[in-house]
């Protein structure tokens, strides 16, 4: 029996490379067929580890799901870009690699970076899915986020819907 050590925590510039796989990856599993495969294909080549390093040296704060063999998740975070929203933070992105999905790491990390939200005084939290992608949905929703409100968003030619939960 082996232990797998977890751990969650600040992105360095050495994660540049596993950011950029779980970010391809994630987003293959989760919008393919949903966003148009040219503008998707667009979408994943833009966010190699060189975008990846030079986000890291100018960015928002961005934890890391570390199981010890590499990075599984990550999440982007900090004040909640609309100042009209109701909302003080904002999780701008939130991806694991789709075989760790389901065990409890997005639940996890969510907490985590919530958890560096509320120590800054940024309550509540909001962020965005695209409702295409139900399995997010059902996630952020389990989680306790209501629905704050929708916008439609082009996307490749394609109208797509987006929803903006709110959490306490």
């Not at 704060?61 to 990550?74: F, M």
């Not at 701008?92 to 075989?99: M, R």
Request: include cysteine; proline fraction near 4%.
């Amino acid at each position: 029996m082996s232990d797998l050590l977890v751990s969650i925590r600040h992105a360095k510039a050495d994660d540049a490379q596993g950011l950029a796989k779980v970010f391809e990856a994630a987003w293959r599993e989760a919008y393919q067929g949903v966003i148009p495969g040219v503008a998707l294909e667009k979408m994943l080549v833009r966010r190699s580890p060189r975008w990846w390093r030079s986000t890291l040296a100018r960015s928002r704060p961005l934890a890391v799901l570390d199981i010890g063999q590499g990075i599984a998740g990550y999440a982007s975070y900090g004040r909640c870009r609309d100042r009209a929203s109701p909302a003080a933070g904002e999780i701008d992105e939130l991806y694991l690699l789709p075989e760790y999905q389901g065990l409890g790491f997005g639940r996890r990390l969510f907490r985590a970076v919530c958890n560096d939200l509320r120590a800054q005084e940024m309550t509540p939290v909001m962020l965005w899915a695209l409702a295409d992608n139900t399995r997010a949905c059902a996630f952020y929703e389990g989680l306790g986020g209501r629905v704050a409100g929708r916008v439609e968003e082009r996307i490749g030619g394609v109208k797509l819907t987006k929803v903006a939960y709110l959490f306490p």
